[in-house]
């Protein structure tokens, strides 16, 4: 009869120390939420604090405060861009405090900027949600913050500049606007609230003299030329692609800043992400083929801002549903960095950004 053997401990047993075994016992240096990749924890833009209390906004002095407003419910074509502001936050893959190797400076070292979070924003509810975008942007500029908003569609340029313009009253600005479109149809299939109509809002109300708009980029095919007439009435200024084509980007910039600085104390930047080629950024509702070049427009975005006092941006239009590869997110992300590394520049030369009344 074979002889029978104790069974021997199991090598999971209690005694084990199984961190030990794989080496997961060691000390490891940790980081900062702001260094982790961008992959890792909370989404913010480009991993920076959120901070959406006014009170802290105003203590710690924010520069630059970034504004998600997530709503499409405005468009009137491919929806999608309610997801945008997520979308650009998570395109940066850089972390940490990155340097602009196009102006040379690290912003976030000279700026504070944070991430004030997203306007309270429910769907299928228009008015609601731009009296909370328009809220939102209000309580952030007040802070003395510059609010760089990220759509959403382009009917959140109505609120949001809005918001600005009554913070900065008695004192007036003019809006740079960025887009294949004019913006300023009377109203979209009844709708006046819609994504084809913030600039003609803004000048109708009064918040934005329409002598005071500048835009840049127009091309395509529309409904009807008949806004043109509108816009002439009102004094806007405009320049179309085929300008840009036969001019250069360069130079119709420079007529464009000329142009805003004739008149308005302060400027808001719209950028409707499709004026970019299709090509280049496909995920907007709205794609107009043969549109500029990204780094046409963010170099523009750079000349804008070290050129005038910004009071306030926002970017567009970007729907992620249309960009597998989310390069148009990314042209986004890029715009936004841009207007923060030139605001950087300004400050380190020691010109005021924040808004001090």
Do not use: C
Not at 298 to 321: C, H, K, N, W
């Amino acid at each position: 009869m074979p002889e029978r053997r104790q069974p021997s401990q199991p090598r999971n047993g209690p005694s084990r120390d199984f961190a030990a075994a794989n080496g997961w016992d060691r000390q490891y240096e940790t980081y900062d939420d702001f260094d982790l990749p961008t992959y890792v924890g909370p989404v913010s833009f480009a991993k920076l604090p959120w901070v959406t209390d006014p009170a802290e906004l105003r203590s710690r002095e924010v520069d630059v405060a970034v504004v998600g407003a997530p709503f499409d419910d405005a468009v009137s074509h491919r929806s999608g861009a309610r997801f945008g502001p997520r979308a650009i936050r998570q395109a940066q893959y850089t972390s940490g405090s990155v340097h602009s190797l196009q102006l040379g400076i690290e912003p976030f070292d000279v700026l504070t900027v944070v991430d004030a979070g997203d306007a309270n924003i429910v769907p299928a509810w228009l008015e609601r949600a731009h009296a909370l975008i328009y809220q939102k942007v209000l309580e952030v500029a007040e802070t003395g913050a510059i609010p760089i908003v990220l759509g959403g569609d382009h009917s959140i340029t109505w609120p949001s500049a809005t918001a600005v313009a009554t913070v900065r009253r008695p004192g007036s600005i003019g809006i740079v606007h960025f887009d294949a479109h004019a913006d300023t149809a009377a109203d979209d299939w009844g709708v006046l609230a819609g994504h084809g109509t913030p600039m003609r809002r803004l000048i109708e109300s009064g918040a934005v003299k329409g002598t005071n708009f500048v835009q840049v980029g127009l091309h395509g095919y529309w409904p009807s030329k008949e806004v043109f007439r509108w816009m002439q009435e009102q004094g806007l200024r405009y320049h179309f692609l085929h300008e840009i084509e036969e001019r250069g980007a360069d130079a119709v910039v420079e007529t464009a800043i000329a142009e805003a600085l004739d008149g308005p104390d302060a400027i808001y930047l719209s950028l409707d992400i499709d004026v970019i080629d299709p090509g280049l950024a496909p995920g907007t509702g709205t794609p107009e083929p043969g549109g500029m070049l990204t780094r046409e427009v963010l170099r523009a975005i750079r000349t804008i801002v070290a050129a005038v006092d910004l009071a306030g941006m926002d970017v567009v239009e970007v729907s992620p549903p249309y960009d597998h590869a989310e390069q148009t997110a990314m042209a986004a992300n890029r715009a936004v960095m841009e207007a923060i590394s030139a605001l950087a520049v300004k400050k380190q030369a020691g010109t005021r950004v924040r808004f001090t009344g």
